[in-house]
């Protein structure tokens, strides 16, 4: 199928249905079968206006999630905490009429600064010790995008794939050349010691054999990311890892490559994924989940069915968030736990366990 | 849609159209709907061992291209010979009982070590004068795949991504762990003199402004790549590039991202990319077709509408091979131009400008 404008698929679609219904109240619709199409056409074509004024009153949504797997329970809180707090931030930038770029980036900022996710501060290790950080963010309007992957010495990865995208002729850079971007970019290298915490140092050090085999290990879970819609219908996606514990040097798993850890196209949606790299790359999990959608389901039916599709294909599990055009959305996860959060007018969400989601009406 | 299995698209879906007309043959047919479907879904399973028959009986296929873009005239009959000698070699290997994963890996190694294309020997270079390249590979029964990314000195990256592959515990490896994971392999490092022609040197020294600008530029394109299906309905990808010309040290392009510059899934098909890396990536170009090629299109029409596609989000053009499971194919391209050949029992096919197909019979 030809991918359709998000507003066709969102608005279009139901005015189509529409007008072949009132054809099929005829006693004999066959005949005019091309008239009915052509007027459901005609029909669509003219409000276009309307359409695109509906489109401008989109209600703003923001989601974040803090990563898909099973979370020790030392650090559910911590996590909770994480997520609800950056995207209390990034909804209070949106409200006050933030680009959807700004917030998801500013989210995801966030929570790299939060040492209790595995990006930025508090990134896992790779086999040598060392931090290994990947990004990608993308704006829907024009399908801009930008990804960083293997960077080191970064504090906030998605501010680098922000500039690959603004400021390099090309979308992606990687290891020493995305190193050698930030420098020219003006970006400060930030002592490895600084970015690494005593837990991920522990985690690496459990895997080395060295350490405790008692020291919980929510393994290389923690990935970030983020989501929004402004009231004019454009998208935006980031996401932010420091990838599996004890990767061997030079990996790269899903979140720099466009489709597999996000997507956004104003035309269909945004999605930012989170899990087992490898597996989400295998299936192009965030293009999945928008293919389904521009098959006609809602987010969380697509979902299902992309995260249905990478558990049959790949035996693995994973977690998303994603929205549609029309400002619908799901935080869903077939892994014990993702955290997540989510805020609209009036709303804020969040949720742990697979399946939990708690909803709570604020003053605003 | 959930994806279906590659006999179910091709086979079961006949068989459940055949077994719903028998039923829409009654003279009220709704009461029985639920027991037609039924019906329909025993008559398709009855019919496995059958549709498994006629999967292991399928046609074999190889496809490859050298590049799609504006080829300079002096270098169309070399891209021509060599793209045509490269399916040759890898039809007798398919003929022969090869593996898939072989083929399209022995295919792709050819054409990097012929000069005239961009990838291995004949790369290009890089803002310093450097070689470095990206290359993934992917088998489609259980959607393995390995790729690697900003790679020096490798004389054929291809045979470092398969490695990657099956004897990594990752998929993706960059830049220096690239190299280092090469060494560990036992893949000798060539001297970067070995692998830079006299061409993309002109070339690199023009984008240098130092070179005589009347020397016919090709740009960056001759990106290779080759799919194949065996008799068992086996598929596989290989794609493998040096890249644009004068890059950023760094640059990644579509290639090692799984879904832009190639994908492979039994039950769907095998595609293999090649354009301007950067606006592949954006529409995840492989898997889009085979998105198309999943509700039901052919080939050349899901290859139309994914390149259509790609043409309206970001005004750039590009090119493509593509495979189904029950081997149909297509070597299609919105450039100028895109050198390609396939092989098939008996028949040899190749094309250089676009929408151009040469068919030839031979006895073998």
């Not at 990804?147 to 970064?154: F, L, P, R």
């Amino acid at each position: 199928m030809v991918p359709m404008d998000g507003w066709m698929m969102g608005f279009g679609g139901m005015v189509a249905a529409f007008s072949l219904s009132l054809g099929n109240r005829r006693s004999d619709p066959r005949p005019s079968h091309n008239k009915v199409l052509r007027n459901a056409l005609q029909l669509q074509f003219s409000l276009l206006p309307v359409i695109q004024v509906a489109c401008a009153n989109m209600i703003p949504v923001v989601l974040v999630h803090g990563g898909a797997g099973t979370i020790p329970e030392h650090r559910q809180a911590l996590a909770l905490a994480g997520v609800r707090a950056s995207v209390e931030a990034a909804w209070q930038l949106l409200k006050s009429g933030g680009s959807v770029l700004d917030v998801v980036e500013h989210a995801v900022k966030m929570m790299e600064d939060d040492p209790v996710f595995n990006a930025g501060v508090g990134s896992s290790l790779n086999v040598a010790g060392e931090i290994q950080e990947d990004a990608m963010i993308m704006e829907g309007s024009m399908l801009n995008s930008g990804a960083v992957s293997c960077v080191k010495n970064i504090a906030n990865p998605i501010h680098l794939a922000r500039l690959v995208m603004e400021k390099s002729k090309h979308i992606y850079l990687s290891a020493t050349g995305a190193n050698m971007f930030a420098r020219t970019m003006g970006i400060p290298a930030v002592p490895t010691a600084q970015l690494i915490t005593e837990y991920r140092r522990l985690c690496w050090e459990k895997s080395l054999g060295e350490a405790n085999s008692t020291v919980p290990d929510e393994g290389s879970k923690g990935t970030v990311g983020a989501i929004a819609i402004d009231k004019n219908g454009n998208v935006a996606s980031a996401t932010s890892t420091g990838g599996l514990n004890f990767k061997m040097i030079g990996r790269v798993g899903d979140v720099p490559c466009i489709g597999a850890g996000g997507y956004a196209d104003n035309e269909l949606g945004a999605v930012s994924t989170t899990g087992d790299g490898e597996s989400i790359m295998k299936v192009t999990l965030a293009r999945l989940v928008l293919f389904h959608m521009e098959q006609g389901k809602k987010p969380l039916e697509a979902a299902k069915l992309a995260l249905q599709h990478l558990v049959r294909r790949t035996g693995d599990t994973a977690g998303l968030i994603a929205l549609a055009p029309n400002g619908e959305w799901t935080a869903h996860c077939v892994s014990e736990h993702m955290s997540w959060a989510g805020a609209t007018q009036g709303r804020r969400y969040h949720g742990l366990k697979r399946g939990e989601k708690h909803m709570q009406e604020v003053d605003e």
